[in-house]
C-alpha cells in the first residue's frame, strides 16, 4: 500500500510545495489547514505520517500532538513538527509534546523527502515499492507496469507520466503541472507534448482496455480514474 502523508500547515504556499515534492515522490497525501481540519481527515482516512506545523490558528501543533498520542487511534501515528522556531529549547518542547522528528522553516524539499523516508522507515512503515490501482501495477524500482497480469511496455516518460496520475487518483492536474512534475526543467517543451504522450499512454493501456482510466477533464487538463 501507498504511504499517505497528512500536511497540516495554514499557509498555502507551504502546503502547495510539499504537496508537490510528496507527488514527485510518489507519495499520496492529504491537506489541512487547521487543527480541526487535521481531526476531521484523521477520523475517516488513514495516514501514515503528519507533517504537523507548529502554529496553527486554532490550536497549536504541539497541542494537537499531545492530543493524539493520548489517544489510542493514533498513539503511534509518526508526527514530523515543522517550525520556524529553531531553538533548542523549541525543538525538545516539540520532542517532548510526541514528535518523532523536527525540521526548521525555511527548509529544503530534498531534506523534508529524506525526513519522511526516515521517520517511516523507523515507524516499521515502508512504502512499497509497488502502486496498484485499476488493475494497473507500477513498480517503481524496477520501472516495470504490469496491467491485470502482463507486462506493459512503456517509454520512460509515459512512466513517469502515468506514475503521476496513478498516484494521485482523481486528482486533476493541468498540462503545465504535469510539464513541471514530469519533463526535466532544463528540458525546453511546450504543453501539446503532454498531450502526445496521454494519446501514447492510452494507445499502450488500450489491447487491455484501461485506455479510460486515464480521462480529459475539458479545460482542466487530465486525471486518473480507476474506475474506468
Not at 490558528?57 to 497541542?63: I, L, Q, T
Not at 510526541?98 to 523534508?112: N, R
Not at 487491455?208 to 474506468?228: K, N, P
Request: charged fraction near 25%; hydrophobic fraction near 45%; include cysteine.
Amino acid at each position: 500500500m501507498l504511504a499517505k502523508i497528512l500536511v497540516v500547515d495554514d499557509e498555502y504556499a507551504i502546503r502547495e510545495m510539499i504537496s508537490y515534492a510528496l507527488s514527485k515522490a510518489g507519495l499520496a497525501y492529504e491537506l489541512a489547514e487547521t487543527a480541526q481540519d487535521a481531526r476531521r481527515i484523521l477520523d475517516t482516512t488513514q495516514v501514515d505520517l503528519i507533517l504537523l506545523d507548529w502554529m496553527l490558528p486554532d490550536m497549536s501543533g504541539v497541542d494537537l500532538a499531545r492530543q493524539l498520542r493520548s489517544q489510542s487511534e493514533t498513539a503511534q501515528l509518526p508526527i514530523i513538527m515543522l517550525t520556524a522556531r529553531g531553538e533548542e529549547e523549541d525543538k525538545v518542547h516539540g520532542l517532548n509534546a510526541g514528535a518523532d522528528d523536527y525540521i526548521t522553516k525555511p527548509f529544503s524539499l530534498k531534506e523534508l523527502m529524506a525526513r519522511i523516508q526516515a521517520v517511516l522507515r523507523r515507524a516499521g512503515n515502508r512504502a512499497t515499492d509497488i502502486v496498484e490501482a485499476g488493475g494497473i501495477a507500477l513498480d517503481t524500482v524496477a520501472r516495470r507496469v504490469r496491467v491485470n497480469g502482463s507486462e506493459l511496455q512503456l517509454s520512460l516518460t509515459e512512466f513517469e507520466l502515468l506514475h503521476v496520475l496513478i498516484t494521485n487518483p482523481d486528482r486533476v492536474f493541468s498540462r503545465t503541472q504535469l510539464l513541471d512534475l514530469v519533463w526535466p526543467r532544463n528540458v525546453n517543451v511546450g504543453e501539446r507534448t503532454v498531450d502526445v504522450h496521454v494519446s501514447a499512454l492510452r494507445r499502450a493501456l488500450e489491447p487491455f482496455g484501461r485506455e479510460r482510466c486515464i480521462q480529459t477533464v475539458r479545460g482542466a487538463g487530465y486525471r486518473f480514474s480507476a474506475g474506468h
